[in-house]
């Protein structure tokens, strides 16, 4: 399996996969898409709670009904595809958070700190 996201899906925004429905209906072609920027943190958290259902929903832009009527296998499909083509900007957007997170905490740290120089402005309130 492809494990980077290539030059055709990063234009297309994404790929599609072939999907079955466990309600035996005819399967269906969907578009699993590179998500945006803006939903990252939507992103983030569906993978913290262990939400697979949320992330098929996110990757397919397709409603709750939707993604319960798939096939396990069809929901793994757009699982492996939607973080194959996000995992990379997810990762260096987790990474900004992480050291912007790191940087704030070093600032509160230095506010607390009983050696901040009185007038200093970590200290102006």
């Not at 798939?70 to 958070?97: C, P, T, Y």
């Amino acid at each position: 399996m492809e494990t980077k996201t290539n030059k055709l899906e990063i234009l297309a925004g994404g790929t599609n996969v072939i999907v079955q429905f466990d309600d035996q209906r005819e399967e269906e072609t969907v578009f699993v898409r590179i998500i945006k920027l803006r939903q990252l943190q939507q992103y983030g958290q569906l993978v913290i709670a262990g939400d697979e259902a949320g992330q098929v929903g996110l990757f397919t832009g397709k409603e709750a009904a939707w993604v319960e009527a798939l096939a396990n296998e069809s929901a793994e499909k757009i699982l492996e595809e939607g973080q194959r083509l996000n995992a990379d900007f997810f990762v260096r957007w987790a990474a900004r958070q992480a050291a912007l997170g790191n940087m704030l905490n070093e600032k509160v740290h230095r506010l607390n700190s009983p050696t901040s120089p009185p007038n200093s402005p970590l200290n102006a309130g």
